[in-house]
Nanobody, 120 residues
Framework: QVQLVESGGGLVQPGGSLRLSCAASRSIFSINVMGWYRQAPGKQRELVAD???????NYEDSVKGRFTISRDIVKNTVYLQMNSLKAEDTAVYYC??????????????WGKGTLVTVSS
């Protein structure tokens, strides 16, 4: 199992920056994929960015060039640096961890979410 605890959300003006953190309860090397999803009011949850245990990164098109996912192996923490924030980035951001079994089965774990509000 994996417990995930997010932090770093808040209110920021358009054009501003925030850094989200997700602390995992186990070594992130043992987690196949860690990522950030977001869910805006009335919309489906969507992938923002993820990083594999091997270090490969993937970004949703609208955040490319503005958001950066990174990790600290010692702290078992994954970060999402968000720059040039826009009103449309307003959402609850969720940390996600995926464990893949030997048979290929995927188990998803979720944090409770942290609210990011971009508004003047």
């Amino acid at each position: 199992q994996v417990q995930l605890v997010e932090s770093g959300g808040g209110l920021v003006q358009p054009g501003g920056s925030l850094r989200l953190s997700c602390a995992a309860s186990r070594s992130i090397f043992s987690i196949n994929v860690m990522g950030w999803y977001r869910q805006a009011p009335g919309k489906q949850r969507e992938l923002v960015a993820d990083i594999t245990s091997g270090g490969s990164r993937n970004y949703e098109d609208s955040v490319k060039g503005r958001f950066t996912i990174s990790r600290d192996i010692v702290k078992n923490t994954v970060y999402l640096q968000m720059n040039s924030l826009k009103a449309e980035d307003t959402a609850v951001y969720y940390c996600n961890a995926v464990l893949v079994s030997g048979s290929g089965g995927r188990i998803n774990y979720w944090g409770k979410g942290t609210l990011v509000t971009v508004s003047s």
